[in-house]
């Protein structure tokens, strides 16, 4: 990993950050991956590359994207107007997983946030993913409220 490096994400890495979110028994029920992308994915690419509040950043290591997340920047009044850094979609590539690139990229994403003026850093995961959980929490993540969802 000497040469890894994080950067913004750029449209022609979709393909990759697709086949990533793609790639467990969850992401295949939910991703539909092709060639070109689905539209779908290229207007949500586009929004969140729009708005200053979103970032979807990779990892790449020798030219190859090897790990991928979104930040979502979250003002809010509670707290004292505390800003919040909302991580999702973390993905490593199949062939890079154990390597520690997990861990390098939670250290470099929590530096953006708190660089953006952020508080508290908060992501949420699938209850079926317990291995992620687990990580989360030897990263220091504390299950300190409950998380809940309405698909519309």
Not at 3 to 15: C, E, S, Y
Not at 70 to 93: D, H, K, T, Y
Not at 122 to 144: C, P, V
Request: proline share 4%; net charge negative.
């Amino acid at each position: 990993m000497t040469d890894l490096h994080f950067r913004r994400a750029q449209a022609n890495d979709l393909p990759a950050i697709i086949a990533m979110l793609a790639d467990d028994a969850l992401g295949q029920t939910r991703e539909r991956v092709s060639d070109p992308p689905d539209p779908a994915y290229t207007d949500a690419f586009d929004a969140i590359d729009a708005d200053p509040n979103q970032l979807l950043a990779v990892a790449e290591g020798g030219g190859v994207v090897l790990g991928c997340l979104q930040i979502s920047f979250i003002p809010g009044l509670s707290r004292m107007g505390l800003w919040r850094g909302q991580i999702e979609s973390v993905r490593i590539a199949s062939n890079a997983r154990g390597e520690g690139l997990g861990r390098v990229m939670f250290e470099w994403a929590i530096n953006v946030c708190r660089e953006r003026g952020c508080g508290l850093v908060q992501l949420t995961s699938d209850k079926q993913r317990t291995d992620a959980i687990a990580f989360y929490e030897r990263l220091g993540f504390k299950a300190s409220h409950e998380g809940l969802k309405l698909a519309l």
